[in-house]
């Protein structure tokens, strides 16, 4: 089976058609990982605080998650935080998410079908996914390019474990960790001096392979409806 790979970004990927996979490792889709691993059933992916507000009151009982410049949201429950939902229990949950990069990329992937989020936590499961269905295609949207100037490498570094992993390759993960540790967002989570982007993320984030689910989105009543499937 040979894939042919495309890159989008945030501003491009509207235009990509076919199977579509939408990366954030630091830190959306490392986070909606770690809730699906605590037991959350769904997660409804929003681009703006008051859609994720507003889907809570519509929702009793779920809870909204995410960040604003990185930082938590008043009036959220959670921050965009893997360290914030480890070792909870979740059974059944529904979450709503809000980011500034990565639930965006999703939400502006109009002609994804399918359309999946990742990061490196759940690479080697999304690979697995991807490859049952045989696509032609494969278009990763690398979230990361965001402010314009950052260069998204950590994302880019997931894609192309991404690519090697979908070609039937069992790339060196050694490199991997490393890129994310280098690029722009790692740099600050590594920073003691900036306590507010907790370091213990960029572990989290540089896990591979640590779970056996993709996440896959669906649009079910105008909504984006993330789930976790086994693979
Ligand atoms: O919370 C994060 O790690 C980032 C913040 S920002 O994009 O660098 O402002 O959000 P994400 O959407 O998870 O990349
Ligand atoms: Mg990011």
Redo the contacts with the bound molecule.
């Keep these: 089976m040979t894939i042919q790979f495309a890159r989008a970004d945030n501003d491009t990927c509207g235009d990509a058609t076919g199977a579509v996979v939408v990366i954030?490792v630091?830190?959306?889709f490392t986070t909606a990982a770690f809730a699906f691993a605590a037991g959350a059933a769904e997660i409804l992916l929003v681009s703006t605080v008051e859609e994720a507000l507003a889907l809570r009151d519509r929702f009793p009982g779920s809870y909204v998650m995410g960040?604003v410049?990185?930082l938590p949201v008043k009036g959220f429950d959670f921050s965009?935080s893997p360290g914030d939902l480890f070792g909870r229990d979740f059974q059944g949950a529904r979450f709503i998410q809000r980011?500034?990069?990565?639930?965006q990329g999703v939400v502006r992937s109009i002609g994804a079908e399918p359309l999946l989020a990742s990061s490196f936590v759940v690479a080697g499961a999304t690979a697995r996914f991807v490859r049952q269905l045989a696509p032609e295609c494969v278009t990763f949207v690398v979230?990361?390019i965001?402010p314009p100037e950052r260069d998204g490498d950590e994302d880019a570094a997931c894609a192309d474990y991404l690519a090697a992993l979908l070609a039937g390759d069992a790339p060196d993960p050694t490199p991997f960790p490393q890129r994310v540790r280098n690029s722009a967002?790692g740099l600050i989570f590594a920073d003691p001096a900036h306590p507010e982007f907790p370091a213990i993320d960029l572990g989290y984030a540089t896990d591979l392979d640590r779970f056996d689910f993709a996440m896959l989105v669906e649009r079910r009543d105008g909504l984006l409806v993330m789930r976790p499937v086994r693979v």
């Design positions: 954030d630091i830190r959306a960040e410049d990185g965009n980011t500034s990069a990565g639930t979230t990361g965001y967002p």
